[in-house]
Structure formats: C-alpha cells, structure tokens
C-alpha cells in the first residue's frame, strides 16, 4: 500500500515442508513405503529440553524474522528507506505499558534506530537493570519513554545462554512514509520462505518483472544485508515445486550439493548467495542468458 506497484506475471513461489509426529510404526512405516516422506529422529525436529509449544513459539518468531528481513534487503536493494515499528508488547515486559503495537521507534538513547537489528544490538549491548531512553513516533506525535531493562525469560534464551537484557517487544522493518508491505501468508513458521519474499517484493516495486512470466520457485533464508542462507528439506522443496509446475528453482548455494544430488527432470536449479544473485540471474535465465547454475 502507498506505492505504485508493477504488474506481474508467472509465479514467484515459496516452498515449506511439514512435519508429522506422535506416529504408530504401522503409520510411519506405510508413509515411508507409500510416500515421499522422510523419517527422522524426533530430536531433529524438537530439540532436547524443548517442548513443542516452546519450538512453535521460536519458529513464530522465526518467520516474523524473515517477513523483517525480506524487507529490509528488498528496500536496501531498491534504494527505498526502512523505518522500525513494534508489532507486539510482550506480557509482563518492561516495555509493557509503554509502548505500544504501530509505534516507530526511532531513537535509543538519543542514537537512531533505523532497522530492527539496531534495536535488538542497543538492546544486547546493556544489562539487565540498566535504564534506556526509547523515542517513538506515535501517530504524528514523538514521545520519549524511560525503560528499565529486565532480563530475557528462561523459554527465550539459548540452551547456553545466561541472562541478557529485555526490552520485551517484537519488531519488524516497514518502508518508509506511507509504503506498507504486507505478507499474506499464515500457518507457516521458521525463517525459510525470506528470500522469496524478498524476491515477491523486489518485483512489485520495480519495473518489468523478474519471472519473464515463467514459474518459479525457490527457498533461502535472507538477512537485512541480502545474503541468502541454507535450509532444510531442500530435495523435498524441489520434488514439490517440480509437481506443481515450477520450471526453476532457486537453491541457497550451500544448499546445492544436496540438490543437485536428487534433481528431478525438467526443472533448473539456479545458485543464489544473495538477492543480488537471484535477481541477476533470474533475469538471466528469463532473458535467454547464462545464470549460475546448482553443481554436485
């Protein structure tokens, strides 16, 4: 919203695997015979001393993440300016009571806040205990709030971590001004679907498109600066595009020994380090040219 947006063409797919748990032997055995299904050791997929509540609560924020950061690199990618807003004020936080879901934050202790990885480092870089000046936008007025800092809850801290300061909000990164991004994704967690969305946003706001009407899919997390990163489920991600129609494929690079590995026929899987990588040679393959292809 608040942007002139391109019209498009073709598919710009994100890809996501599922998880089945709590299975009889009987019922693992007939789905690993009758079925693409992989099994694995619940231990891959909830982590020991994690319950699933608490492994669906990270895979939340995860996605959250990704959403933040697609825009973020999409934005930097196009030129366009970032600002921080706080979608949610965590329970009994310091921060609740004080600020508040659509506040901008803009300052922490009078040093500019422009993405949310500024907000979490000023954060990360005090103790628990320690007072913070917060400036915000709220609506058309700036406000400035002292925070007194509280130590990270038990369930939010890596299995090796001790205390670290807590603010208690979530944040996402949003354009600039009146530009909204929206995602229209729900069900779905972890961090995985960022380079896609990244690429979904790249192409709405730019000239042409990226697709060249073909459908494409792909999978990569992404952070601020635009980098792509690995994956799991690849070989599963790419079987499902192949069968859904997709003629290209976009692979994390480190995720292209696997996947070359059990290519399907009849799709091209295209080597991406990084945003600037995929639409390069997106553009390439669209155009008749030569992108970096996945090797074993």
């Given at each position: 919203?608040?942007?002139?947006?391109?019209?498009?063409?073709?598919?710009?797919?994100?890809?996501?695997?599922?998880?089945?748990?709590?299975?009889?032997?009987?019922?693992?055995?007939?789905?690993?015979?009758?079925?693409?299904?992989?099994?694995?050791?619940?231990?891959?997929?909830?982590?020991?001393?994690?319950?699933?509540?608490?492994?669906?609560?990270?895979?939340?924020?995860?996605?959250?993440?990704?959403?933040?950061?697609?825009?973020?690199?999409?934005?930097?990618?196009?030129?366009?300016?970032?600002?921080?807003?706080?979608?949610?004020?965590?329970?009994?936080?310091?921060?609740?009571?004080?600020?508040?879901?659509?506040?901008?934050?803009?300052?922490?202790?009078?040093?500019?806040?422009?993405?949310?990885?500024?907000?979490?480092?000023?954060?990360?870089?005090?103790?628990p205990g320690d007072?913070?000046?917060?400036?915000?936008?709220?609506?058309?007025?700036?406000?400035?709030?002292?925070?007194?800092?509280?130590?990270?809850?038990?369930?939010?801290?890596?299995?090796?971590?001790?205390?670290?300061?807590?603010?208690?909000?979530?944040?996402?990164?949003?354009?600039?001004?009146?530009?909204?991004?929206?995602?229209?994704?729900?069900?779905?967690?972890?961090?995985?679907?960022?380079?896609?969305?990244?690429?979904?946003?790249?192409?709405?706001?730019?000239?042409?498109?990226?697709?060249?009407?073909?459908?494409?899919?792909?999978?990569?997390?992404?952070?601020?600066?635009?980098?792509?990163?690995?994956?799991?489920?690849?070989?599963?991600?790419?079987?499902?595009?192949?069968?859904?129609?997709?003629?290209?494929?976009?692979?994390?690079?480190?995720?292209?020994?696997?996947?070359?590995?059990?290519?399907?026929?009849?799709?091209?899987?295209?080597?991406?380090?990084?945003?600037?990588?995929a639409v390069d040679?997106?553009?390439?393959?669209?155009?008749?040219?030569?992108?970096?292809?996945?090797?074993?």
């Amino acid at each position: 919203d608040g942007a002139d947006v391109d019209e498009t063409s073709g598919n710009l797919n994100m890809t996501t695997v599922a998880v089945r748990t709590n299975m009889t032997l009987v019922q693992a055995l007939g789905r690993w015979l009758t079925t693409d299904d992989t099994l694995v050791p619940i231990e891959q997929v909830l982590p020991s001393g994690k319950s699933r509540e608490e492994v669906q609560k990270q895979n939340a924020a995860a996605f959250a993440a990704s959403e933040s950061n697609a825009t973020i690199s999409a934005m930097n990618y196009l030129g366009k300016p970032v600002e921080t807003m706080v979608v949610e004020v965590s329970e009994d936080s310091p921060a609740e009571g004080v600020l508040r879901p659509n506040d901008i934050v803009t300052h922490i202790d009078g040093e500019e806040i422009t993405v949310p990885g500024d907000l979490a480092k000023k954060v990360q870089d005090k103790e628990p205990g320690d007072e913070v000046t917060v400036t915000v936008q709220r609506q058309t007025r700036t406000e400035e709030f002292e925070v007194e800092l509280g130590e990270t809850p038990k369930e939010l801290r890596g299995a090796n971590d001790g205390a670290k300061a807590f603010l208690g909000v979530t944040s996402v990164a949003q354009p600039a001004g009146n530009v909204k991004v929206r995602y229209n994704l729900t069900d779905i967690g972890g961090p995985s679907a960022g380079l896609m969305f990244s690429m979904a946003v790249v192409d709405k706001l730019s000239p042409g498109e990226l697709t060249g009407g073909k459908f494409v899919a792909g999978t990569g997390t992404i952070d601020a600066k635009g980098t792509v990163g690995p994956i799991g489920g690849i070989t599963h991600k790419i079987a499902a595009a192949k069968d859904a129609g997709a003629e290209v494929f976009l692979v994390p690079s480190k995720n292209c020994a696997e996947a070359v590995h059990d290519k399907p026929e009849g799709i091209t899987l295209i080597d991406v380090e990084s945003l600037d990588d995929a639409v390069d040679d997106l553009k390439a393959y669209t155009s008749g040219g030569s992108p970096s292809l996945c090797e074993g």
